[in-house]
């Protein structure tokens, strides 16, 4: 499975991204996909997750209200839709995958709030 993330950018506070994440390869069989971010000086965090055929979805408590995640299946790509960013909501922004028990990441794109 590969994966490509577009995207990112810089924006001010208060404004919005939407995160692109595309896969190919075998991507039949992908039962869980998620976003990552990984800030400065902190460990990598799980922000959103949506599973086998899209109606449940997981976010981190300091993005819901703002985030959504979504996934269009027969474009096999997955978004994340990110409203009222803030500054701390900058990181580098990673997509995931996981076919069986093989995890497949992207290549991450950054994200930068200014205040």
């Known amino acids: 499975v590969q994966l490509v993330e577009s995207g990112g950018g810089l924006v001010q506070a208060g404004g919005s991204l939407r995160l692109s994440c595309a896969a190919s390869g075998s991507t039949f069989s992908i039962n869980f996909m998620g976003w990552y971010r990984r800030a400065p000086g902190k460990q990598r965090e799980l922000v959103a997750a949506?599973?086998?055929?899209?109606?449940?979805?997981n976010y981190v408590d300091s993005v819901k209200g703002r985030f959504t995640i979504s996934r269009d299946n027969a474009e096999n790509t997955m978004y994340l839709q990110m409203n009222s960013l803030k500054p701390e909501d900058t990181a580098v922004y990673y997509c995931?995958?996981?076919?069986?028990?093989?995890?497949?990441w992207g290549q991450g794109t950054q994200v930068t709030v200014s205040s």
């Open positions: 949506i599973f086998s055929g899209g109606s449940s979805t």
């Open positions: 995931s995958v996981r076919v069986g028990i093989f995890d497949y």
